[in-house]
Structures are given as C-alpha cells and as structure tokens.
C-alpha cells in the first residue's frame, strides 16, 4: 500500500497533473520536493558509481 502511492508520487506522468482542490502553491511546492528526491536519487547513483570504480 506505501509503496503504491509512493510509485504514484514519483510517476514522471504525475508531475504536472492538476488534482482537484489543490491551490497553485500547494502543486508547487509537491513539484519542487519530486525535483529534490530526483536529484538526491541522482546524485547517490553517482557517488555509488565512483566508489565502485574506486574499489
């Protein structure tokens, strides 16, 4: 059931969709914090990748 509405949450086709009753603020703010985890996603993949090369 989490990890349902966590996939949901971070579904790139979601990222624009507009929900009922949700101000433009409240849409914003779920934007920023999708781009966030995506960044944090990409930049452990990076640090993984180096310390892998490095062992």
Do not use: Q
């Amino acid at each position: 059931m989490f990890f349902k509405k966590f996939l949901h949450y971070l579904n790139p086709l979601n990222l624009f969709k507009k929900s009922e009753g949700d101000g433009l603020n409240l849409r914003m703010m779920h934007g920023i914090n999708k781009i966030s985890f995506f960044a944090f996603l990409v930049c452990l993949t990076v640090m993984l990748y180096r310390w892998f090369l490095r062992s």
